[in-house]
């Protein structure tokens, strides 16, 4: 009977931002016999591939395309850590499986967390122009990989739900081909992964999974790599309640990346239970961070409104963990839409040197 993966952090990362120099240093000094450099980023920062395993399905797989999303990186890390301590466990999954994965795609954009790259290019919408020097590196790299599998991987932001009212902590996603959504046999390959990926998480993480939206991006890595018949899983980490550092949505993003990985080794290619992928719940956008309801205005009329804000992440200069500023986003009617808090206002006062809040600005009020 295979052993049950029991999750452990590296501790050498225990924040959720990353930087790009420590983890080359910590590459560098404990995995230099698997990582080779696959190219610079434009800044001249190295980008490793680090090549696991020598199994028959071969899988491709890259972290911190937006610079800003750090959980993929963390799987990788915390995966690794935890082999360490489960070594069976490793020695298992790599009979089956070869993995390249390329670590912080975009090394400019995570050490500023930035979603793009140093010349303000999306990376994730680069498949055609290739106007960035980070994108070309890993579409050669899957062009000539011979890669059965591929992960994208992603976060999502805390706006996110399942029902309306849990958080899309994880969300997954086959990606079209083409703007008719066409169900193709590369599809329902990356659907059967995904069905077991949600098979093994649902009941640790009940309500909190879901599928991001399979618009088509015409532009976008996943829906080109899923058009030429590469099946392509996009990995999304989201909100968790009381949890914006995401320590427990790093938890769950490892678990699945693990459970992913197995599920590729177990599938080869087939697709099986593919069908039960649109039982998943569709992510809906339905939550702020912040909504502060009822606010009455210090105006010469009565004006009573809501005010909704959304964290903005920024790391200081020479800080080694992100900050969060609070934003104002939406002023008024913010009825449709709930608050992972929620602060009534009736009968308090608005304090601030302004009379209205400012949209897009650090929100500069109290209320008491």
């Known amino acids: 009977m295979t052993e049950k993966l029991s999750y452990r952090q590296n501790p050498n990362f225990p924040n959720r931002y990353i930087s790009p120099e420590k983890l080359f240093r910590y590459l560098q000094a404990n995995y230099s016999d698997c990582i080779s450099v696959l190219g610079t980023s434009f800044l001249e920062k190295p980008i490793y591939k680090m090549t696991l395993g020598n199994g028959p399905v071969r899988i491709v797989a890259w972290s911190q395309m937006h610079g800003n999303e750090s959980n993929a990186t963390h799987g990788l890390l915390d995966l690794l850590e935890i082999f360490r301590y489960q070594p069976e466990l490793r020695k298992e999954l790599f009979l089956k499986i070869s993995l390249d994965f390329v670590v912080m795609l975009n090394p400019d954009g995570a050490e500023k967390w930035t979603r793009r790259n140093a010349l303000d290019i999306d990376i994730n919408r680069d498949f055609l122009k290739l106007s960035s020097k980070e994108f070309p590196l890993l579409k050669n790299l899957v062009e000539t990989g011979n890669y059965g599998y591929a992960l994208n991987l992603h976060e999502q932001r805390t706006i996110f739900t399942t029902d309306g009212e849990n958080p899309a902590t994880l969300s997954f996603l086959a990606p079209s081909e083409d703007p008719e959504r066409t169900l193709t046999e590369t599809r329902k390959k990356t659907m059967?992964?995904?069905?077991?990926?949600?098979?093994?998480?649902?009941?640790?993480?009940?309500?909190?999974?879901?599928?991001?939206?399979?618009?088509?991006?015409?532009?976008?890595?996943?829906?080109?790599?899923?058009?030429?018949?590469?099946?392509?899983?996009?990995?999304?980490?989201?909100?968790?309640?009381?949890?914006?550092?995401?320590?427990?949505?790093?938890?769950?993003?490892?678990?699945?990346?693990?459970?992913?990985?197995?599920?590729?080794?177990?599938?080869?290619?087939?697709?099986?239970?593919?069908?039960?992928?649109?039982?998943?719940?569709?992510?809906?956008?339905?939550?702020?961070?912040?909504?502060?309801?009822?606010?009455?205005?210090?105006?010469?009329?009565?004006?009573?409104?809501?005010?909704?804000?959304?964290?903005?992440?920024?790391?200081?200069?020479?800080?080694?963990?992100?900050?969060?500023?609070?934003?104002?986003?939406?002023?008024?009617?913010?009825?449709?839409?709930?608050?992972?808090?929620?602060?009534?206002?009736?009968?308090?006062?608005?304090?601030?040197?302004?009379?209205?809040?400012?949209?897009?600005?650090e929100v500069n009020f109290r209320i008491e």
């Not at 009825?335 to 992972?340: H, L, M, V, Y």
């Open 192 to 361: 059967a992964v995904i069905v077991r990926i949600y098979e093994a998480l649902q009941t640790q993480l009940p309500n909190q999974i879901a599928r991001y939206s399979d618009e088509f991006y015409p532009t976008s890595a996943g829906d080109n790599f899923t058009k030429f018949g590469l099946p392509c899983v996009l990995f999304e980490g989201g909100h968790y309640p009381n949890d914006y550092n995401r320590c427990k949505t790093r938890e769950y993003y490892t678990i699945a990346l693990y459970e992913g990985l197995k599920a590729m080794a177990a599938l080869g290619g087939a697709t099986d239970s593919w069908e039960k992928y649109s039982e998943i719940p569709q992510n809906r956008e339905s939550h702020y961070d912040i909504i502060y309801r009822n606010v009455r205005l210090n105006t010469s009329f009565d004006c009573v409104l809501d005010i909704a804000v959304q964290y903005r992440e920024e790391i200081p200069d020479g800080a080694d963990e992100i900050i969060f500023t609070p934003i104002v986003v939406e002023v008024g009617d913010v009825g449709k839409k709930k608050g992972w808090k929620e602060i009534d206002c009736t009968g308090k006062k608005f304090i601030s040197e302004k009379k209205f809040p400012k949209l897009d600005a």
